[in-house]
């Protein structure tokens, strides 16, 4: 059986802000996993306990490039907030993000590879992050970039330097940039909702699902009328409509006047948006959450065996 320690629990109340005893319950549930521990409380505290998921603890930046039609968005993460705000640390992730924009490499290593020199390190990027990690004494790594050079017009904006988004559009810049402050804002995960991807779909639906049956079984255990199929169905279906317009940008109440969708912001100021990437450091990197108490009080017990 997989014990629960204390810090399983403050991370899964941090992602959800679900009561301390129901993320206890969760963890216990689903045997100390943490990504079904949080779908079990969806389903029985509902969509407010999703609320927080998007909480990351992985320290970086976030840095973008544009020369042109021609712009890059990159994470590079490291262990600490502290080093975030190293201007080595700073430096070098600004010229990968502008590395990225001008050679176009195919991934990671090739990034890598790329010719730079820095505080007396190089002839390579990946030489650069090696001494780096040396001189600041943490690790730090390339994680993921993005490269746009189809020809369209390009808007970056940054929120200090944990959220980043670039937009492609054709129309009007300051549409465009408002619309990049907007998706580093509400965080759609898609230009359209039949562009969301199917697997989100499918899992909002299972959610919806678990949690009409779980109001089926309150229900029923007190007495109470029971809902039809054909009104379940409908409640579930409506549900991952709501979803869908809620994470696809077109359908979101635009920021600067929510009387509005972005969509009809776009039309008004005649800007079409072709694609987006939007960037949170450490978003979906697990992060281990040392249990300082339980090492001390395991320490101590060795200690008192040992003598």
């Known amino acids: 059986m997989t014990a629960i320690t204390a810090s399983m629990v403050a991370e899964l109340r941090g992602k959800t802000d679900a009561p301390m005893m129901e993320c206890k319950k969760a963890l216990t549930e689903a045997a100390g996993d943490m990504s079904k521990a949080e779908e079990l409380l969806r389903v029985k505290l509902g969509s407010k306990a999703g609320k927080a998921a998007s909480r990351v603890t992985a320290e970086g930046v976030v840095a973008s490039a544009i020369n042109g039609n021609v712009g890059a968005l990159i994470e590079v993460n490291c262990e600490t907030d502290f080093v975030t705000k190293n201007d080595s640390f700073l430096a070098l992730t ?12 195919a991934d990671i290593a090739a990034l890598g590879a790329l010719a730079y020199a820095q505080d007396g390190f190089g002839p ?7 001494g780096l990690i040396g001189k600041i004494g943490e690790n730090m790594s390339f994680r993921r970039f993005k490269r746009y050079a189809d020809g369209g017009k390009l808007a970056a904006y940054l929120h200090g330097t944990r959220i980043g988004v670039l937009v492609e559009y054709e129309g009007n810049e ?30 909002e639906r ?4 678990a949690k009409a049956e779980e109001d089926k079984k309150a229900a029923e255990a007190a007495g109470k009328p029971v809902q039809s199929a054909d009104i379940v169905a ?3 279906e409506g549900g991952v409509q709501k979803f869908l317009k809620e994470v696809s940008l077109y359908n979101q109440p635009f920021v600067k006047n929510d009387k509005q969708t972005v969509e009809q912001m776009l039309k008004a100021s005649e800007t079409q948006v072709k694609s987006f990437t939007l960037y949170v450091v450490g978003e979906g990197i697990e992060k281990k ?15 008192k065996t040992g003598a």
């Open 174 to 203: 300051t549409a465009a940039k408002d619309i990049a402050m907007h998706v580093a804002a509400m965080k759609p995960v898609s230009l359209s909702s039949a562009e969301v991807p199917a697997e989100l779909v499918e899992k």
């Open 234 to 236: 409908k409640r579930i």
């Open 94 to 105: 600004q010229a990968a993000a502008n590395l990225v924009a001008e050679h176009n490499p």
């Open 206 to 209: 299972s959610v919806a699902a």
């Open 289 to 303: 959450v040392d249990d300082f108490a339980a090492e001390v009080a395991a320490q101590v017990a060795a200690a």
């Open 124 to 130: 390579t990027l990946e030489d650069v992050r090696k």
